[in-house]
């Protein structure tokens, strides 16, 4: 059988025009649109970071098709079908992968010495070549479906850019060499508690007496903290909030924002997922949503296949490669074929404010330039499913609404979560995205930020997602933010003055507290909840080592700080979509009983298994509450 590609032996029937007719006029002229329809487009062009093409295929005035094939006459250029005439593998080494993903193009045939490229852009043509450079070769250019182009760059590229997102970020900020040197980890594990309970059999009080004592030490820290943040967010005004005008295009042109969608093993979102976002309302022709999924999830592949997908969204398949196969790591390699200057991140189970992306847009128009990521408050659809989502809800609630929004206001390093998050996509990949063995990489790259003098705000918008609400889930959950918030403690500190000096040392202190006291309170909460037993009349097992007057004030300390917490918890409810879950707000220690169990299971996998992401499973509950457009 023939190669139907031979039929470019003639390079000359390949050459464009040297100076095309305009885009539109060729559309007008084969009655594709009329003259209204293009200058409403053109019109709208002048105020949108977009295509001519695109802004009409949004508004389903024409088709794909019909962009491909004016492309194709406009510029006398052969328009190819990319899926049927694939480019050979060894086509890779005929150019780089990063200028390929750069100028969004993909080598596709060598005609004697002439390389013809598949590109959707042939306009932009002439500056690709001339940044091919040192490389530069004759060139000509053939017209394929941007969608098609994606998949050959995988396709060509994909194990080199897999390579790529594992090390991005540098090795002096990353954690995957932790535990490089330990040959035996479960033993290691075993020998390191084994020593702790030996310590406990030999010299109990001296053990039980220093473990009370770092306790202590580290409920006063995070108490300071959670009370500097609640009095910063309560006593300020909130005219010091940054404001957020009305989106007007004619103050600026729109930009293209892209947001990466991570999905693994998801059997019942996607459906879901797509009619959620549909109900963005910013210009479709400026959206790029991202759809990231392992090349070996054939379970999320096939749920794809069977849902109907809108222009505006792909579908980025992430190769297998050497290193783990983390949330980070996907992100990292679907990073390089995102379109936008603004990149965020959602869950597959979220369910963004339709006005969210217009909300990140201005508020990124008006920030001050080192402002490089923007962070949504997250809240929760289901919290009457259980006694566990109505705790979580609260929980979060406290976080989201008090204390990490006191903690902006007090200049505090903010500790990123993982979705409903927004960054200048040239400071992102300055920084070399996210960690790919950081399990907590949202956490992680809040700290780089800080360290290179870039500020994260909280944007008063609101995303709802699922909350856990089932026992053991949500321990392996907590576990693997447990987990990682200690890593990136230890990654940070590996150096304690350079990070003093990046930080300061209000800052410095600030993530002592956020992220050591914070793990240290999980671990060691059974020895605070022993201090109930004073109160009770019981004897106490640490009363001979401290005395009765000092024993009595740990107890006030620890009883404070629980007042403390439920006060927070009843602010944080009191507003008209939470009030129902005030009942539940002293219910809230037994909730958080949950937390020394998965902080054990944190320090095992710490040594044993530290790049272990164990996965926290959506679609389980059903929506309980109408997600409302409050924010604060």
């Keep these: 059988m023939s190669d139907p590609r031979l039929r470019f032996a003639d390079p000359a029937s390949v050459v464009p025009d040297v100076a095309p007719a305009p885009f539109g006029r060729h559309l007008v002229n084969t009655g594709a649109i009329s003259q209204t329809d293009l200058v409403n487009a053109m019109g709208l062009q002048a105020r949108i970071d977009a295509r001519l093409g695109d802004i009409l295929k949004a508004d389903g005035l024409i088709s794909d098709d019909v962009i491909l094939d004016t492309l194709s006459k406009q510029y006398n250029a052969q328009r190819i079908d990319l899926n049927q005439d694939q480019p050979r593998l060894g086509m890779a080494d005929a150019l780089p992968a990063t200028l390929c993903l750069k100028h969004r193009v993909v080598p596709w045939l060598w005609i004697g010495n002439t390389l013809l490229v598949a590109t959707n852009d042939p306009g932009k043509f002439d500056h690709f070549r001339a940044c091919v450079g040192s490389l530069r070769t004759t060139m000509l250019p053939v017209i394929a479906d941007p969608m098609h182009i994606q998949t050959q760059l995988g396709r060509l590229y994909g194990f080199e850019l897999a390579q790529k997102a594992v090390a991005r970020v540098p090795s002096i900020e990353s954690c995957r060499n932790w535990g ?222 008090l204390v990490m929004p006191g903690m902006a206001r007090l200049g505090l390093v903010i500790p990123l979560g993982g979705t409903t998050l927004f960054f200048k996509r040239d400071i992102l990949e300055k920084l070399g995205g996210w960690d790919a063995h950081n399990v907590t990489e949202d956490a992680d790259l809040g700290v780089r930020l800080a360290r290179h003098g870039y500020v994260t705000e909280l944007l008063p918008t609101v995303t709802h997602e699922e909350a856990n609400c089932r026992a053991w889930p949500w321990v392996r959950q907590r576990s693997r933010w447990l987990k990682g918030f200690l890593i990136t403690y230890c990654v940070h ?113 710490m040594i044993t298994d530290p790049f272990y992401w164990d996965k926290t499973e959506h679609g389980v509950a059903h929506r309980t509450d109408t997600p409302s457009a409050d924010a604060g």
Aim: charged share 15%.
């Design 493 to 605: 500190m590996r150096a304690p003055g350079q990070l003093m000096k990046d930080l300061g040392f209000v800052r410095f202190m600030g993530l002592q507290a956020i992220f050591l006291a914070s793990f240290s309170q999980f671990a060691l909460a059974p020895l605070l909840w022993s201090f109930w037993l004073v109160p009770l009349g019981l004897p106490h097992p640490a009363q001979g080592m401290f005395g009765a007057d000092l024993l009595v004030a740990m107890m006030f300390l620890f009883i404070g700080a629980e007042l403390l917490s439920l006060a927070m918890g009843l602010v944080a409810v009191s507003g008209r979509p939470h009030r129902h879950l005030m009942a539940w707000v002293p219910t809230m220690p037994v909730y958080f009983t949950l937390g020394a169990l998965a902080s054990y299971k944190a320090l095992y996998e």
């Design 180 to 401: 490089r040197k330990i040959p035996n980890r479960n033993g290691l594990a075993i020998a390191v508690f084994g020593a702790l309970l030996l310590s406990l059999l030999v010299a109990p009080k001296l053990m039980i007496g220093f473990a009370v004592v770092w306790a202590v030490f580290t409920l006063i820290i995070t108490t300071v903290l959670k009370s500097a943040a609640f009095l910063a967010q309560i006593v300020q005004s909130v005219a010091h909030s940054p404001e957020i005008s009305t989106l007007d295009q004619n103050q600026f042109r729109l930009p293209r924002v892209s947001i990466m969608v991570p999905l693994l093993r998801e059997k019942e979102i996607a459906g879901a997922l797509v009619k959620r976002l549909s109900r963005l309302t910013y210009p479709k022709s400026l959206l790029n949503v991202v759809l990231v999924l392992e090349a070996k999830d054939t379970i999320t592949r096939h749920t794809l296949a069977n849902t109907e997908l809108p222009p505006w969204i792909s579908v980025i398949e992430v190769p297998e490669a050497a290193g783990p196969t983390t949330k980070p790591r996907a992100l990292n390699y679907a990073l390089d074929f995102c379109h936008g200057s603004i990149i965020g991140v959602w869950d597959a189970e979220d369910a963004p404010e339709p006005d969210q992306i217009e909300k990140v847009v201005m508020r990124f128009y008006q920030a001050p330039e080192s402002t490089a990521c923007l962070q949504g408050v997250l809240d929760y659809y289901n919290p009457r499913t259980n006694w566990i989502s109505r705790c979580f809800t609260i929980e979060y609630a406290t976080w989201w609404r």
